[in-house]
């Protein structure tokens, strides 16, 4: 299939509002309420200097605590939907689990060739000192620019906050406080933006040639937990969280570079997960670097069990792809060659 990026039209973007604190305003009382952002004439008006076509739809807003994997699926279903008529989408969402969501997003959008740019604010919109209007304009601007052959500059799903943007599956909310709220500890921005926009075209994804045509994969498998160590960590609780029924797939959130106990009882908790065909994928606690089984003798257990590096994956984008690669009917074998490569750039392989 061919998309025809046209470099003369204005670009179209679909700017979809799913809540958090970007949206909201202070109303007489000072209290934060959301504001109609279907009318963003009104509310701010400066967006349209951008000469870009921007349509809004908005989702029944929330909090982005209140996410469910249903809304990843309304979110992909929006995009998927409209898919054909814009060029480019910024999803304002809330900071708190946005990096979940845009893990979410990166796996389900299969052949994705257009910008999905994430972005919110840390300070509502409505307020003076808002971050906010920078992050949408800005957020805006990159989801239409093109590169000099009318291909998009970054044809994924991306993560835009003070003056970075990141690949939306390798961010993590690293401060519940600075405005610079988003880090992405094991890959390069994609752009950085001072005076200009300048984008990391060796990070990027790029398209080129004949382009699939987009599909959505709705099937997310539940039955996912994240399981953190930590010295004392109780036998009897692991085994109990791991016999639970209807349990599919653990995020270990190993020590280090991928370490855990050595005690024989706790690996054999981990075997006997494994052999009833639990799928268990380690990950390090450690916000920058990768999990390497093979380094020490506390990594040697886990792998010679069968547990699945996932390198230097956030627990975002692992929790994720467990859902994603575990959903949609797949074999065992399949699932483990799934994990086992990166398919959206989630891990550097
Ligand atoms: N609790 C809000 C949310 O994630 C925080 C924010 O948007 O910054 O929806």
Redesign the pocket.
Same mark, same amino acid.
């Given at each position: 299939m061919n998309i025809e990026f046209d470099n003369e039209r204005r670009p179209r973007i679909l700017l979809i509002y799913t &809540? &958090? %604190?970007?949206g !909201?305003r202070r109303d007489g009382t000072g209290t934060l309420v959301p504001f109609d952002f279907a009318s963003l004439d009104d509310e701010f008006p400066s967006v349209r200097r951008l000469h870009l076509d921007i349509e809004v739809l908005k989702l029944t807003p929330?909090? +982005? +605590?209140?996410?469910t994997p249903g809304r990843w699926v309304e979110l992909a279903t929006v995009i998927r939907d409209n898919y054909a008529d814009f060029d480019g989408f910024v999803v304002l969402?809330? %900071?708190? %689990? !946005?990096s979940y969501t845009a893990s979410a997003l990166s796996f389900m959008l299969e052949n994705l060739a257009k910008p999905v740019i994430f972005t &919110? +604010?840390?300070i509502p919109m409505g307020i003076l000192r808002t971050d906010g209007r920078e992050n949408l304009i800005t957020a805006l601007e990159i989801a239409s620019s093109r590169r000099a052959d009318g291909t998009p500059c970054v044809p994924e799903v991306a993560l835009y906050f003070q003056n970075r943007l990141f690949r939306g599956n390798r961010t993590m909310k690293q401060s519940a406080e600075a405005l610079s709220?988003f880090s992405s500890y094991n890959y390069p921005p994609l752009a950085e933006v001072g005076v200009e926009i300048s984008y990391n075209y060796a990070a990027a994804m790029r398209v080129s040639g004949e382009v699939e045509p987009l599909r959505i994969s709705t099937d997310l498998s539940g039955g996912v937990v994240v399981v953190k160590l930590f010295p004392g960590i109780g036998i009897d609780i692991l085994k109990a969280i791991l016999s639970v029924p209807g349990l599919k797939g653990v995020v270990l959130e190993t020590y280090g570079s991928g370490n855990a106990p050595t005690n024989g009882e706790f690996i054999a908790v981990l075997r006997d997960a494994i052999e009833r065909g639990i799928t268990i994928v380690n990950v390090t606690q450690c916000v920058g670097g990768t999990v390497r089984m093979s380094l020490y003798e506390t990594g040697v257990g886990l792998q010679s069990i069968g547990v699945i590096s996932g390198r230097d994956m956030t627990t975002e984008a692992a929790v994720a792809k467990l859902m994603y690669v575990l959903g949609g009917g797949r074999s065992p074998e399949e699932v483990r060659r799934l994990l086992e490569e990166p398919i959206r750039g989630e891990f550097t392989a």
């Open positions: &809540g &958090g %604190t970007i !909201m929330i909090d +982005s +605590s209140n996410v969402h809330g %900071t708190d %689990t !946005m &919110g +604010s840390q709220a």
